[in-house]
């Protein structure tokens, strides 16, 4: 027996799979596999500011009016937006001991991702299907 690990976990404990917080390794992977796909959107996202920024506002408008570009733009916002949550839950969950203020710790972070995910893409859309271009100076 020399090499056994004793499992301080219950039977159901170990068919089930689950740890300490209950979901099991989703969250995990979630934070793995945003982290990979934030690769290279941020290196698009610093390719893309160094082309627009020497244009300025005007530059920005006709970089977003392209359906590829502002696709990457929604995509990374989603992206982040969904590590965040991940990385904010796994803290939120580790460090606030009573159920009842990690309960609404967790609402909170979740409804602040959503409302960010939700005005970022609505702002790049609004951008990117606009009909007319901008005048200098607004």
């Known amino acids: 027996m020399a090499?056994?690990?004793p499992s301080y976990r219950t039977p159901l404990g170990r068919a089930?799979?689950?740890g300490a917080a209950h979901h099991g390794v989703s969250g995990?992977?979630?934070e793995r596999a945003t982290s990979v796909a934030l690769v290279p959107l941020c290196l698009w996202a610093v390719w893309?500011?160094?082309a627009v920024a020497p244009g300025g506002y005007e530059s920005a408008f006709?970089?977003?009016h392209n359906p590829v570009q502002a696709t990457l733009a929604v995509l990374l916002l989603i992206v982040s937006v969904v590590h965040m949550h991940a990385g904010?839950?796994?803290i939120l969950e580790d460090y606030i001991q009573n159920p009842l203020?990690?309960?609404g710790a967790l609402l909170a972070s979740a409804g602040l991702c959503l409302f960010?995910?939700?005005a970022g893409a609505i702002s790049i859309l609004k951008v990117a299907f606009a009909v007319i271009a901008p005048s200098v100076g607004v």
């Open 3 to 5: 090499g056994h690990i």
């Open 16 to 18: 089930r799979g689950l």
């Open 28 to 30: 995990f992977i979630t």
């Open 48 to 50: 893309a500011v160094i």
């Open 62 to 64: 006709v970089f977003l």
């Open 88 to 90: 904010m839950r796994v």
């Open 101 to 103: 203020a990690r309960t």
């Open 116 to 118: 960010i995910a939700t």
